[in-house]
């Protein structure tokens, strides 16, 4: 399916942030499964997602076009992209609070501005541009305290540095695969993409089962199937976001995310927000906001336009 040719921010900025909400659930369960390994985790996070996918399509009846493709390159590529940083992102959820892992998870959507507009060539004005440095700002508060405690020479502990060096180089392969999923998206159904991003990924995950797999607890169990499930859920629905607007629009979005995991990570894990966190978090949603805000007036402009341009009959 083509990329619409009736653009609709609102709508790319909805199905973003549901996305975003399931994809910190799908998080939530993964960090529960405590001593799973990455790939072990990639496995059940992939090959659960398949299922949600495929009732949908059967229930439409669009199994055959689902299947149907004519990109198997682009999406094998997206696949190995894909996996990789998926599994550094969950070594990262591992090592570090929810919170945190979170905050380092936001260069990829500050990355993806940067790809979008240089190799996409899409058109990110001045307002987007600061919205995005507003956010960054926001993050770098957050983090605050651990630049302090770098700076100041106390250092990190080995769980913490490859904790923040995952998380990092997860970010930079996630953006990586957005890309790939926006030139998708130009020929390919939402469940086709999401369908052979999951396959590629099980296949690739259970290579890593001689490198030591363990038996899940009937909690983990539950938890993986979970993480499977809604990850499927969301990645559609994000997938399907892509749609609907330029990737530079959407991308700041993610940091949605920011205010939910701190939540989640209090209530769940009792992980205790800093003053710096809650003060990042709320600068970071302003400038959500602001995008929010002027997207509706530019599509409100545009729609005035285009009735001011129709002839009258």
């Known amino acids: 399916m083509p990329t619409s040719s009736n653009p609709s921010p609102m709508r790319a900025i909805a199905l973003k942030v549901t996305s975003v909400a399931i994809f910190l659930f799908m998080s939530t369960c993964i960090k529960s499964a405590d001593n799973v390994p990455p790939g072990e985790l990639v496995f059940f996070r992939s090959f659960f997602a398949l299922f949600p996918v495929l009732i949908f399509v059967i229930a439409r009846g669009e199994l055959r076009a689902a299947l149907k493709t004519e990109r198997p390159g682009g999406h094998i590529l997206r696949g190995v992209v894909g996996v990789t940083g998926m599994s550094f992102l969950f070594l990262a959820l591992t090592k570090l609070p929810l919170p945190e892992a979170t905050v380092l998870n936001y260069a990829t959507p500050l990355l993806l501005v940067v790809l979008s507009a240089l190799v996409l060539k899409e058109d990110v004005r001045l307002y987007r541009w600061s919205a995005v440095l507003v956010g960054m700002a926001g993050v770098v508060i957050v983090i605050s305290p651990r630049l302090t405690l770098l700076s100041s020479g106390a250092g990190m502990n080995s769980n913490e540095i490859i904790g923040v060096a995952a998380a990092l180089i997860g970010a930079c392969f996630a953006a ?8 998708l998206v130009r020929t390919e159904q939402s469940a086709t993409i999401v369908i052979y991003f999951s ?7 259970l290579m890593t089962a001689p490198f030591g797999w363990v038996m899940p607890t009937p909690q983990q169990w539950v938890l993986l199937i979970s993480a499977g499930i809604a990850g499927g859920i969301a990645q559609i629905l994000l997938t399907e976001s892509y749609r609907h607007a330029d990737m530079s629009i959407i991308a700041p979005f993610e940091y949605v995310s920011l205010i939910l995991s701190v939540a989640v990570g209090y209530v769940i894990f009792g992980d205790i927000p800093t003053a710096q966190m809650l003060l990042g978090g709320l600068i970071v949603v302003a400038a959500g906001i602001f995008v929010i805000l002027r997207e509706r007036r530019l599509g409100l402009e545009r729609t005035e336009a285009k009735r001011v341009s129709t002839p009258q009959g």
Do not use: E, P, V
């Open 176 to 183: 990586t695969a957005m890309l790939t999923t926006r030139a």
């Open 199 to 205: 396959l590629t990924c099980s296949l690739f995950a």
